[in-house]
Each structure stands twice: as C-alpha cells, then as structure tokens.
C-alpha cells in the first residue's frame, strides 16, 4: 500500500522567512495530494492540494510543487507570520475506487518566532 | 453550517472497558471516516464509510474495534476490552462523496485515555 514519509518533524523559522515541509510518496498510482493545517488543540483544516496533473499551485503566501518522477511534494510558506505555527500533514491518495484513502505523512511542527 | 461534531470529547476509562465514540458528519456528506492520532504521530487511518456501509476495514488495528453506521448520518466506533496503547485522538472526517478530491472536514476528535 500507499507510505508517506514527511520531513522534517520539526522546524522553527523566523518570522519573515520561509519554511519549506517535503514529503515522499511510495505509490506511483497516487493522483492527489492535499496539505492539512492542524493549530494546537484544535481539528486539521484543508489548506490546499494538489492534482498530479499539475506541477505547481499557489495560493497566496503557501504553494505546493509536486514532482511525479521522484514521486515527492513539497509545501512552501513564504514570509511566514507567528500564526502560520501549527501541524502540517502532507498526505496522498488515488482518487476513485477502493484506493481513495487519504494516507497522511506523520507531520511537522512548524514554529514560527517572531 | 454545523461542522463534524464528536462526542465525548473526552474519555477516560479503565482498561478492559469497552468505550463508545460517536460522530455526526456534515449533512449530506455520504463519506465518513475514522483516524487514529497517537502523540507525535500522523493521522492513522481506520475505516471508511460510504453511506452505511464499509468497503474498507484494514487500517482497524484489530477485531477490538469495529465501527457502523447507520440512516447514512451517525457513526459509532466501538472499542472493546480497551487496552492503554488504544490512548489516543480518534478523529472523524466526512466528505461529501468518495471521491478523494472532496474535502475532508475533520470533526474536533474524541481524547482516549485507557488508565
């Protein structure tokens, strides 16, 4: 089946900077992979995915590039803000079927300082 | 609108005990789902659900835990003869189809303590 690993576990950055989270996926079927935001004590929220048939998508200040040949993804934070400090879960799934289960990677702590 | 609600959003209990953990997903969302989360630990998925019934079980961790479903709305996860490495966030998510590329909502999850 489908494996995710995620690097790293923990990062810390300055307030300003970037923080870029990688993640490998094992299963080369995988099609969609969506980043999730969990804030201390509360539920992970969907904060943007990507399709495999794109290379790159953005939304303000967090994209993701996915490279289907090496099958990694990566979420990127530019000019990060104390409140971007939460869990960060890449996961990957095959859309469709019976395979459609998120697997998600075991996460990163990112801690931003201001 | 209401989000995916979880109840009790905590429980303690003593090990050997069998606990009940519910979860309401979103209106009209067919798919639900159960996850497992240890300290430090991603989201382990558990089972699945399309409507009422479960296509998928293998990410139960063993015939201890079952799950159902019922009217396509409520689901329960029913741990049996609780064991202390069972401690850990059970959270539900719903969507509104199978389809992976919907969404998932995650409800606030349930904290398990197995003394």
């Known amino acids: 089946g489908e494996n995710v690993e995620q690097h790293p576990s923990t990062l810390s950055v300055q307030e300003g900077d970037s923080a870029v989270i990688k993640c490998t996926y094992s299963?080369?079927?995988?099609?969609?992979f969506p980043w999730y935001k969990q804030e201390l004590g509360k539920r992970p929220q969907l904060i943007i995915d990507?399709?495999?048939?794109?290379g790159e998508k953005k939304d303000q200040r967090i994209a993701v590039t996915l490279n289907k040949t090496a099958k990694h993804f990566s979420l990127h934070i530019t000019e990060t803000q104390p409140e971007d400090s939460a869990v960060y879960f890449c996961?990957?799934?095959?859309?469709?079927?019976?395979?459609?289960?998120?697997?998600f990677g075991k996460g990163t702590k990112l801690s931003v300082k201001p | 609108g209401a989000g995916v609600s979880q109840s009790p959003s905590n429980k303690v209990t003593e090990k050997g005990k069998d606990v009940e953990l519910r979860c309401d997903p979103i209106s009209g969302h067919t798919a639900l789902y159960w996850y497992r989360q240890s300290l430090g630990q991603g989201l382990e998925f558990l089972i699945y659900f399309q409507g009422n019934s479960a296509p998928d079980k293998s990410g139960l961790p063993s015939d201890r835990f079952s799950a159902e479903r019922t009217g396509g709305s409520v689901s329960t996860l029913t741990i049996q003869r609780t064991q202390q490495e069972d401690s850990a966030v059970y959270l539900c998510?719903?969507?509104?189809?199978?389809?992976?590329?919907?969404?998932?909502?995650f409800g606030p999850g349930t904290r398990l303590t197995v003394l």
């Open positions: 996961a990957a799934s095959i859309n469709g079927g019976s395979q459609g289960n998120l697997i």
């Open positions: 299963d080369s079927a995988s099609n969609y």
């Open positions: 990507i399709r495999s048939n794109v």
């Open positions: 998510a719903s969507s509104y189809t199978r389809d992976s590329y919907n969404e998932q909502f």
